[in-house]
């Protein structure tokens, strides 16, 4: 079979079926081992059982060497079962894969390990279960212990290491191998901060020589690596190409067409208020003498009022309000300081006043929750009043009016 | 264009493997279980470290658990409990055939458990499981090497020789080892499709011993002589006694007919499992 020319892999017409009854995947078992048993070629499925489902239906694709597909979708949208394919861990029912060189595949990074082996056994195990032989996986074990900064705990079993240390000890195994096509699962959260960026980097060297293919439910990851972008939605590839596109098609897939009510209680989860801390809360929006409202105009002086007498002292005790626009866009967020925290004695009320004084929102509903705080626990995280802005009439952009102006330079 | 010269072209698809010829499957699971070896080799040695780590004997484990049923044997026979067979000593003759029948079950019994509990892990890794049944076989090897030399400790004792022809031991078990690990490898597919199946193999290798003339003859138990003439296990635990120990294999036209058909099944199995092995993987 001829591949492109540039092409290290070729994804041809894929399509992967699952079942979510048990029996109908030892029906289907069953049908095959017959045929395999007669020596009878075994036909793609036409027609779906009960409980049945394209897990990935009909993917088309061709990679080059050196360039990085990113893999975005919903929960159970079919993106670990398209890398699973790509690696030959699991057989499509349909289509071919073809791809020129080898691949390794980042999905389970932690298993075949022994557990109660050490962490020096466990490289030779990892390493020879990854096809890698004793010659290759001596040559580079001062490497992959080195990148792994485990140190003398290299020699304790792995069933002590926390699992930081276990992702460390496994991703510096995976990435020793040099491979053609390498499949990213969501794992570059492995470890500390400065152990990321050591694994962003090495990744960044072997794009070098290989291609990848990356799935993330970060944004900003797929954006700083990938070339292009594809988008799967039930088995199905909705988009490929461009990363902005594909990750505001994801975007519209996270709030599908449903009604402003729905979306809008969707972007205000999760409430709460804990009863047995408060005596009274009261807060609304409010012009800068204290009175409510709920219209502003672009570029007034907007407030909030809390009053406020809490049951028990707080430690640090912490006002926040998120505000999103209509459609679900996170604009800002105003907070009271979050380093040392207000101090209020128990059984008191007290008032607090927020202040912007210069409105930047353009026309349009603003929905926003108030959180109190003490410290990380949430007290109370309830829905405030819609806040309504009115345009300055002019031409506007975007959610934010920034007051700007151009000027000829000499 | 250089690069693309040295690299080899991957394809996978659905059951390209059906096309395969028992032939093509068998030299298919050999290369790979060669380019395997050295992994075969470390995983072997790393599981039986790991084995019993952390335990107060250790290593000692993996030397004293093959002995225990082998002993209680030689115990009760020593104590008169079984009287000596065929003019063999009672202790050997039980020993003999324990350590082959373990043998035998362990061919089956391997094969199975690994199908069904690493079938995900190698679904994960990308690591064959024909070469994870392999470093389990030799688990079984050497446990079974350590029993052969409890029974020669224990025919040194008893001074019930061996005749010269027991060198032929080896070729006469060769059918035997086949026959089972094929059983083995299509009950362990089949095990993934209907789970019952290991339950009701388990139950048979844990009573089977006792009507498959291991601890005692069965030529003169009516009904189980007649089963004797088809029980596999009965029909090469007698042609391997009687080779070892009269120099002769009795019975010879049952053992050659069942070696013929112990050979065709494995071919056949050994080609279903090639087959299957994709098809079964992160099914549990």
Known sequence: MLMQLDAVLEVDHVSKLYSREQISTRKRLATTFTCALMGR????????????????????????????????????????????????????????????????????????????????RNIHLRGAMLGRSKEDIEATYDEILDFAELGDAINAPVSTYSSGMLMRLAFSIM?????????????????DFSFRQKCFARIREMRAHAAFVFVSHSMSNIKLFCDRVMVLNKGKMVFIGDPEEAISVYEGMKFPEIDSVEKRNETLKPQYFDKSKFNFLESYWCDAEGSKRQVFSTGESLSFKIIINLAYTPRKL????????????????????????????????????????????????????????????????????????????????????????????? | MSVRKSQQIHIIRPDSRMRESILSAIRH?????????????????????????????????????????????????????????????????????VTLWFLFAGCIQIPMQVIQSRNKESMKTNFPLSASIVSEFARLLFDTMVRIILVLIIIVSTQSWPTTQGL???????????????IGVM??????????????????????????????????????????????????????????????????????????????????????????????????
Request: hydrophobic residues 45%; contains cysteine.
């Open chain 2, 187 to 284: 009950l362990g597919i089949l095990n993934v499709i209907y789970n019952d199946v290991s339950r009701v193999v388990n139950i048979i290798l844990q009573y089977g011993i006792f009507v498959s003339g291991v601890i005692f003859p069965l030529y003169d138990i009516g009904i189980l002589s007649a089963f004797n003439a088809i029980n596999p296990f009965a029909i090469f635990i007698d042609a391997s006694r009687s080779i070892v120990f009269q120099g002769v294999i009795n019975n010879l036209q049952d053992y050659l007919v069942t070696s013929g058909l112990a050979f065709i099944f494995f071919a056949v199995s050994i080609r279903t499992f090639f087959v299957m092995e994709y098809r079964v993987r992160g099914i549990n």
């Open chain 1, 41 to 120: 070629p075994s036909r793609p499925p036409k027609k779906l059982k009960s409980g049945e489902f394209w897990s990935l239906d009909d993917i088309n694709f061709t990679l080059k060497s050196g360039e990085a597909l990113g893999v975005i979708g919903l929960n159970g949208s079919g993106k670990t079962t398209l890398l699973r394919t790509l690696a030959g861990q699991l057989l499509p029912d349909k289509g071919e894969i073809r791809i020129l060189g080898d691949a390794v595949a980042m999905i389970d990074l932690t298993a075949g390990f022994q557990m109660s082996a050490s962490g020096s």
């Open chain 1, 175 to 191: 990435v020793m191998a040099k491979p053609d096509v390498l499949l990213i699962d969501e794992i570059l959260s492995v470890g």
């Open chain 1, 318 to 410: 912490i006002f926040g309000i998120p505000v999103w626009s209509e459609d679900g866009c996170y604009v800002t967020g105003f907070t009271s300081s979050r380093v040392n925290g207000l101090k209020i004695e128990k059984n008191r009320k007290y008032t607090f006043l927020l202040t912007v004084p210069n409105i930047p929102f353009t026309e349009g509903k603003y929905i926003s929750n108030l959180s109190i705080n003490d410290g990380l626990e949430f007290l109370s995280r309830q829905e405030n009043v819609c806040l309504s802005v009115t345009g300055l009439g002019g031409e506007e952009w975007g959610i934010v009016n920034i007051k700007h102006s151009f000027s000829e330079q000499e």
């Open chain 2, 168 to 182: 032929l031991l080896p070729f006469t078990l060769l059918p035997a080892l086949f026959l089972f690990a094929g």
């Open chain 2, 29 to 97: 699971l050999i290369n790979e279980i060669w380019n395997y070896r050295s992994h075969i080799r470390i995983i072997f040695k790393g599981r039986f470290r790991a084995a019993y780590s952390g335990t107060g004997l250790g290593i000692f484990w993996n030397y004293a658990l093959p002995l225990v049923p082998l002993t209680v044997y030689w115990f009760l026979s020593v104590l008169r409990v079984f009287p000596n067979f065929e003019g063999v000593d009672g202790a050997t003759f039980i020993t003999f055939g």
